[in-house]
Each structure stands twice: as structure tokens, then as C-alpha cells.
């Protein structure tokens, strides 16, 4: 069974940055995309970022210019770099990747936390 394994996420002052990484425990055929996905408390699961495998990304307009997603197509694994983080990042970040044969995995969720 393939996981995807999340690292990076803490504790960050406003201003501050944070690096997600995310790898899966094994290689996943015909991925579609790769993304991250977030949820505060009291909140609906929102899409952060996606990269696709033609490496066309998109983002949530809240994120945009300030993270930025990245993939390594041979490991299979997808970067977001967060910068100049503010208190309503604050939220469990799950990675995603998806199939071209319609199955889709997620990540356990990895807490990043905006405060001073």
C-alpha cells in the first residue's frame, strides 16, 4: 500500500517561511499531479497548490506569490516553499497526489502553525 510521507511543517513567527516536502513510500504509476491541500479548524479541506505532470501549477489567490510548488518528477516528490507566512496559513497541510486511473492518495496532514 503506498503512503505519502510529509515532512516540514512547525511552529513559524509571522513573516517567517517553511518548506513541505512530501514523498511516497513507493514509486505511484501515471500520477496526474501532485498538490497540497490545507484545513483550519472549524473549516472545509481548500486546495493550497497543485503541480501538473506537464509542470503547470496553480494556486489558491490567497498563496499566490508568496509559496511556491515544485516537483521532482524522478522521486516522486513535491516541494511547497512558504514565505512570508501570516496567522491564516495556520492550518493542517496534506499532500495529494492523483492518478491518470482515478485513485488518489493523501498524506497523514502535517501541522504548520503561524504565531508569535
Known amino acids: 500500500q503506498v503512503q505519502l510521507v510529509e515532512s516540514g511543517g512547525g511552529l513559524v513567527q509571522p513573516g517567517g517561511s517553511l518548506r513541505l516536502s512530501c514523498t511516497p513510500t513507493?514509486?505511484?504509476?501515471?500520477?496526474?499531479?501532485m498538490g497540497w491541500y490545507r484545513q483550519a479548524p472549524g473549516k472545509e479541506r481548500e486546495l493550497v497548490a497543485t503541480?501538473?505532470?506537464?509542470?503547470?501549477?496553480n494556486y489558491a489567490d490567497s498563496v499566490k506569490g508568496r509559496f511556491t510548488i515544485t516537483r521532482d518528477n524522478a522521486k516522486n516528490t513535491v516541494i511547497l516553499q512558504m514565505n512570508s507566512l501570516k496567522p491564516e496559513d495556520t492550518a493542517v497541510y496534506y499532500c495529494?497526489?492523483?492518478?491518470?486511473?482515478?485513485?488518489?492518495?493523501w498524506g497523514p496532514g502535517t501541522q504548520v502553525t503561524v504565531s508569535s
Open positions: 495529494n497526489v492523483r492518478t491518470s486511473y482515478s485513485i488518489s492518495f
Open positions: 513507493r514509486s505511484i504509476f501515471s500520477i496526474n499531479a
Open positions: 503541480i501538473a505532470s506537464g509542470g503547470s501549477t
